[in-house]
Antibody, heavy 119, light 111 residues
Framework: EVQLVESGGGLVKPGGSLRLSCAAS????????MNWVRQAPGKGLEWVSS????????YYADSVKGRFTISRDTAKSSLYLQMNSLRADDTAVYYC????????????WGQGTLVTVSS | QSALTQPRSVSGSPGQSVTISCTGT?????????VSWYQQHPGKAPKLMIY???KRPSGVPDRFSGSKSGNTASLTISGLQAEDEADYYC???????????FGGGTKLTVL
C-alpha cells in the first residue's frame, strides 16, 4: 500500500525557516517524480514544487522561487522541502504527492502538515 | 502563473449528471493532454479522479469522465450520488517553466 506521511509543520515567525519531510513507503521511491502542493486555509490547491525521480530536474512556483528548496533522499525514501524567508501568505497545509508514473498528475497524497507563519 | 478558471459552484439532484468546466490557455490546457481532476472532501487530502484528460485510475467509478476541447477541459459526473458532494479541482501541466497550474476549485452540491 502506497503511503506518504508528512511531518515538520508548525508555527514559525515571519522570516523564519522550516523543513518539511515526507516519508514514502509501499512503492519504489526512486522511480517516481515527487511534488509539494499546498492549500491555504479555506482556499484552493496551489502547486509548489516538483523533483524528478533522479533529482536532476527541479521546478518551483514563482511564489516560492528563491526561498524554498526541494530535495529527496532515495536511501531514506524521503522527500523534503526547506522553506526559508517564510511569509504570512505561506500559511497552508502542505501536501506531499506522487506523480502519475510516466505522466503529469498526482496519484497519491499524504495527509498534509500545517505550516502557520505568524508573529 | 494564472490559475485555471472553474465555476465556483455547481449542483445537481441524485441520479442526474453535472459537468464542471476548466478553462485555461494554449500554454496549459490547450497545449498538452495532461489535465487531471481531483476530488476533495472537507478536511481530507485530494483524490485523483481523472488524469491525462480522460483516464480513470483504478478504483474510480466510471460515472466520472473527462474530456477536452481547445483550451477548456471538462469533468462530467453521471448518476450523481450523495457522496459525490465535494470540492473538485482541475490541474494542467504548463510546460517546463510554469510546470503545473490548478483551477480555483468548484463546490459540487448534491441536492
Amino acid at each position: 500500500e502506497v503511503q506518504l506521511v508528512e511531518s515538520g509543520g508548525g508555527l514559525v515567525k515571519p522570516g523564519g525557516s522550516l523543513r518539511l519531510s515526507c516519508a514514502a513507503s509501499g512503492f519504489t521511491f526512486s522511480t517516481y517524480s515527487m511534488n509539494w502542493v499546498r492549500q491555504a486555509p479555506g482556499k484552493g490547491l496551489e502547486w509548489v514544487s516538483s523533483i524528478s525521480s533522479s533529482g536532476t530536474y527541479i521546478y518551483y512556483a514563482d511564489s516560492v522561487k528563491g526561498r524554498f528548496t526541494i530535495s529527496r533522499d532515495t536511501a531514506k525514501s524521503s522527500l523534503y522541502l526547506q522553506m526559508n524567508s517564510l511569509r504570512a501568505d505561506d500559511t497552508a497545509v502542505y501536501y506531499c504527492a506522487r506523480d502519475v508514473f510516466g505522466s503529469y498528475g498526482f496519484d497519491y497524497w499524504g495527509q498534509g502538515t500545517l505550516v502557520t507563519v505568524s508573529s | 502563473q494564472s490559475a485555471l478558471t472553474q465555476p465556483r459552484s455547481v449542483s445537481g439532484s441524485p441520479g442526474q449528471s453535472v459537468t464542471i468546466s476548466c478553462t485555461g490557455t494554449s500554454s496549459d490546457v490547450g497545449g498538452y493532454n495532461y489535465v487531471s481532476w481531483y476530488q476533495q472532501h472537507p478536511g481530507k487530502a485530494p483524490k485523483l479522479m481523472i488524469y491525462d484528460v480522460s483516464k480513470r485510475p483504478s478504483g474510480v467509478p466510471d460515472r466520472f469522465s473527462g474530456s477536452k476541447s481547445g483550451n477548456t477541459a471538462s469533468l462530467t459526473i453521471s448518476g450523481l450520488q450523495a457522496e459525490d458532494e465535494a470540492d473538485y479541482y482541475c490541474c494542467s501541466y504548463a510546460g517546463s517553466y510554469t510546470f503545473a497550474v490548478f483551477g480555483g476549485g468548484t463546490k459540487l452540491t448534491v441536492l
